[in-house]
């Protein structure tokens, strides 16, 4: 495993534990050409897949067909200008107007381990190496620096690129994306993961068409309509065979994830910062380091493919994995704005005695805030409703047993605030237009360090004023009027990556200033739940929708790329708040189980028996919840595809425990038992089911697989637990 070079074939080798990636020279140009992205293959010679010596030739041979021989090679950081009409990776422009742009092989070097990305979240961590290959446009002066990494645990490449003017007069980058592929060879579905509020992650599956399709976002956040992932797999893979090729990218603003079949049947696959509206000046000597971007192979299927994203994202993304997960209820939907210091004491008092560990005080604590109309900004107490502060509430809560967290959205500032009136001009805004409001509020210039400093002000008085534990930190409007006072008015193309980057400043400061602080990342839901803030919160929310039977595809697809133990998952209100079903209290908690387990409900209205459920739901959180987050997923049944019902499967890295978590969605007339085979055991392991006793091969459990009982009505659930045991099966 790791990274060669073949100076004869000259011809660079990455090599993850099952998967090989080529990247080729051609020898007079200097071009540089992707070979194979793949299963992992011995050394034998490939750059045959170039096509070098077929039409449209290289210009060294052909010079009067360059263009033909530009817009069909697979060039492995595609520039604009030079006649390859695709998407392209880089687009510079001269001050003289002109947009052509080549890029031609210098150097390269190899090299243990991994640097960091300054201002941006990266991959870090464990065995591994990287290649950095240099290219160069020699009349620009632009040099762009490649950078791969691969990594010795988990099938995982990842890309960068940073870009240098070493020229003598500024440029304009108008596209700086991260990462590209070239597919050919096979019929391909596209796989993209779009949604809405409350309804995020949606997975969609079509075979790929003429066109540039995929998933994009100009909302200045990752957002609920498409997550910056995009899946390119055989039309017959399935969850567990067949080829699937991932890209996910390490950032929480616009982007573009596209796929784009050419006339000779190749897929060009991009992935970046989202090339509309964005324009970056370099100066002489100045840079731009693109964010990274996470491949994956997988013959696995699609399953395979999401448990290397996952084991990744663990292992080498999440810094605040290790953290301890904290069963917690919410005060949301307990109490909205209507509370007082007596009623969120009351609600720590029940969730002492059901053995919840922790109360989080969302929206409505301070300033005047009553609605969503005002205060946003004001980050002090509102002592009218809390006498003492948070200091009073989180020393006589932590006298029960329970410990304090706190909601807050430091992005924005409402009108009706002390800030606004001080400041209106740390809102964006655009020069001769009232800005925008949407939910009644406007977003904070991030690209201004002046009002990032007072943002962080407020946040950490408010985090050393009492024993708070916890941050939950929200944004609940997409940017609009993305025009910074900041900036001059040849570099407001770069507002919407400097606002990213003044969030990644914020919340990496505040990682630094309190690091036994459990941060969780929110968005309206699911609306920034991107690689790029799970960097800095080990956990995000998934969706505000948090009724069971629509976080079946929730989840379900936030799985397809993201670890279990990035979402937050709580048992809610019944009937829901979000679409007024009813839903027992037993597949509330199931569902959420999978996930960074919670409460979104008043305890002090739920009946005795969902009271007197609460211990026991803690206690399979404490014991299987960690199955789930650090183990091997396997999706067996979706209720997305059959509307029947849902098993997820989930099994610890050793082998020696299996959860299942079963579904009936929809209960019918004259249904038998289901037979769901099961996946991921040791075929030769004895496990015993804890329900029954009975004790069967992995291999029995895995072809035979579990009788599911007909369940009495719709909504309900089950658990099965097997248990390996000591001695292995009869016979091969």
């Not at 803030?533 to 969706?543: A, C, D, F, R, V």
């Not at 998952?569 to 037993?586: D, E, K, M, Q």
């Not at 029947?644 to 038998?672: F, G, T």
């Amino acid at each position: 495993m790791g990274i060669a070079y073949d100076p004869r074939e000259r011809v660079f080798r990455l090599d993850t534990p099952h998967t090989t990636y080529l990247i080729g020279i051609v020898d007079a140009e200097g071009f540089l050409g992707q070979i194979y992205y793949g299963p992992r293959i011995p050394a034998d010679p490939m750059r045959y897949l170039l096509r070098l010596e077929e039409p449209p030739y290289a210009p060294s041979r052909e010079p009067g067909e360059r263009v033909s021989f530009y817009d069909t090679f697979p060039f492995e950081y595609p520039a604009w200008g030079g006649g390859d009409f695709r998407e392209p990776c880089l687009r510079a422009e001269t001050a003289e107007g002109g947009r052509r742009c080549e890029l031609f092989y210098q150097s390269h070097e190899i090299f243990a381990g991994k640097k960091p990305l300054e201002g941006l979240p990266a991959a870090f961590g464990g065995e591994c190496t990287t290649l950095a290959i240099r290219c160069a446009d020699p009349v620009l002066g632009l040099q762009v620096c490649l950078s791969y990494t691969v990594f010795e645990d988990v099938d995982v490449i990842c890309r960068s690129a940073r870009i240098e003017n070493q020229g003598a007069a500024p440029l304009t980058l108008t596209a700086a994306l991260s990462a590209c592929l070239t597919l050919d060879g096979r019929d391909f579905d596209l796989i993209t993961l779009p949604g809405a509020w409350a309804h995020e992650w949606r997975i969609d599956r079509r075979p790929v068409a003429s066109g540039r399709q995929g998933a994009f976002s100009l909302r200045g956040i990752s957002s609920h309509q498409f997550n910056p992932f995009l899946a390119l797999a055989e039309h017959t893979a399935t969850r567990e065979q067949g080829l699937a090729y991932g890209m996910c990218f390490l950032y929480s603003g616009n982007f573009l994830a596209q796929a784009e079949p050419d006339a000779c049947g190749k897929i060009r696959a991009v992935l970046g910062i989202h090339p509309e509206g964005f324009g970056w000046r370099l100066e002489p000597g100045e840079a731009f380091q693109t964010p990274e971007a996470a491949l994956v192979c997988s013959e696995q299927g699609l399953g395979g493919m999401s448990r290397s994203f996952h084991d990744f994202f663990r292992r080498h993304l999440i810094r605040g994995q290790g953290k301890h997960r904290y069963s917690l209820v919410n005060s949301w939907e307990a109490a909205y704005f209507d509370f007082d210091h007596d009623r969120l004491l009351a609600l720590g008092q029940k969730a002492a005695e059901a053995g919840i560990e922790l109360l989080v005080v969302d929206d409505g604590w301070f300033g005047h805030r009553e609605d969503e109309t005002s205060s946003l900004g004001d980050w002090y107490v509102n002592e009218k409703k809390l006498p003492g502060g948070f200091r009073r509430l989180g020393e006589e809560l932590s006298a029960i047993g329970v410990k304090l967290g706190v909601w807050m959205e430091p992005e924005m500032v409402s009108p009706d605030s002390d800030l606004y009136r001080a400041h209106p001009d740390y809102a964006l805004q655009t020069p001769g237009w009232a800005p925008a409001q949407s939910r009644k509020q406007y977003v904070l210039d991030l690209t201004r360090r002046e009002v990032r400093d007072c943002v962080y002000g407020q946040i950490s008085a408010v985090l050393r004023s009492a024993p708070i534990v916890y941050l939950k930190w929200d944004m609940n409007r997409v940017l609009s009027d993305v025009f910074s006072s900041a900036l001059p008015a040849g570099r407001q193309g770069e507002a919407a990556h400097r606002y990213t980057l003044g969030l990644y400043e914020l919340q990496e400061r505040l990682l630094s200033d309190f690091p036994d602080l459990l941060l969780e990342n929110c968005c309206s839901g699911g609306g920034r739940f991107d690689a790029g803030m799970l960097y800095y919160s080990p956990q995000i929310w998934t969706s505000d929708n948090a009724e069971a039977i629509d976080r079946l595809t929730i989840q379900e697809g936030t799985a397809l790329a993201y670890p279990f133990s990035s979402m937050g998952a709580h048992v809610a209100a019944c009937p829901s708040h979000t679409n007024c079903r009813s839903t027992p209290f037993r597949t509330r908690g199931h569902v959420a189980l999978a996930g960074c387990f919670g409460y979104e409900l008043d305890l002090c209205k739920l009946t005795p028996a969902e009271f007197a459920a609460i211990p026991g739901q803690l206690a399979e959180y404490r014991e299987l919840g960690p199955v789930f987050r650090d183990g091997d997923a396997y999706r067996l049944a979706s209720y997305s595809e059959n509307r029947s019902h849902d098993a997820l499967l989930a099994v610890r890295k050793d082998r020696s425990l299996a959860v299942l978590c079963y579904v009936q969605v929809v209960s019918r007339a004259q249904r038998r038992s289901l037979r769901l085979p099961l996946a991921g055991l040791e075929p030769l392991r004895q496990y015993r089911d804890r329900r029954t006793g009975e004790t069967r091969s992995g291999a029995g459990w895995m072809h035979g697989g579990v009788l599911l009982p007909v369940l009495e009505g719709d909504h309900q659930s089950l658990l099965v637990v097997l248990e390996g045991v000591d001695g292995a099966a009869e016979g091969g």
